[in-house]
């Protein structure tokens, strides 16, 4: 009785429901931080110093883009509840829902879909596992997403770099007692858990 009371202090958990929309909260942010130059805008201080040319600046919009892992070992009731708490984390930080797109993955990538609400998403598969296919399809989006959110079980290779200029976050959903995977270390992984 006492060892279990000692465990639960000093190994503390917080919901992981709480984690994965901080995780992509702060995705999202790093984002909406940086800025760009840009030729085709002037610059708003261009009338102090005439006969010089200055770029002005652009702050890119945040584009998010969720692989869903839809082989058939992943749990569909954790799967739903974790699409729903990013699609709040990203309703609340107010990105347009049109900036999400949404890759139903197996071994290949089966559907890709631009929504507005996560629920909309078409999610066909029920195969194998391999997201390589997945994150090299996220690369060549246009607008090239600067959040990746990737909902799987972990069980799948992954290549050796993220997306360039890409955030990736992994929610990782498993049940308690499961085995995990190993996980890149160039991610942010968010263990996402049921209790049977």
């Known amino acids: 009785e006492a060892a279990r009371w000692v465990r639960r202090m000093t190994e503390p958990t917080l919901p992981w429901e709480q984690l994965l929309a901080q995780s992509v909260r702060r995705g999202v942010g790093w984002t909406s931080g940086r800025t760009h130059t840009t030729w085709t805008r002037p610059n708003r201080r261009a009338s102090s110093t005439p006969g010089m040319f200055l770029p002005g ?26 699409m729903g708490e990013v699609e709040g984390a990203l309703r609340a930080l107010g990105v347009a829902g049109s900036s999400v ?32 296919v997945a994150l090299a399809v996220v690369e060549d989006l246009r607008p090239r ?15 050796a770099t993220p997306p360039t200029g890409c955030a990736v976050v992994i929610a990782l959903l498993t049940r308690r007692g499961e085995e995990t995977p190993e996980l ?11 209790d049977d």
């Open 57 to 82: 600046w652009r702050r890119p919009n945040p584009t998010v883009a969720m692989v869903v892992d839809t082989s058939g070992s992943v749990d569909d009731a954790l799967l739903a509840r974790a």
């Open 101 to 132: 797109t949404v890759l139903a993955c197996d071994a290949a990538v089966q559907a890709v879909t631009r929504v507005r609400r996560a629920r909309d998403a078409v999610l066909h598969g029920g195969g194998g596992t391999d997201l390589r």
């Open 145 to 159: 997403p600067t959040l990746a959110v990737v909902l799987t079980d972990g069980w799948t290779p992954w290549p």
């Open 184 to 194: 890149p270390d160039w991610a942010t992984t968010i263990r996402c858990q049921l």
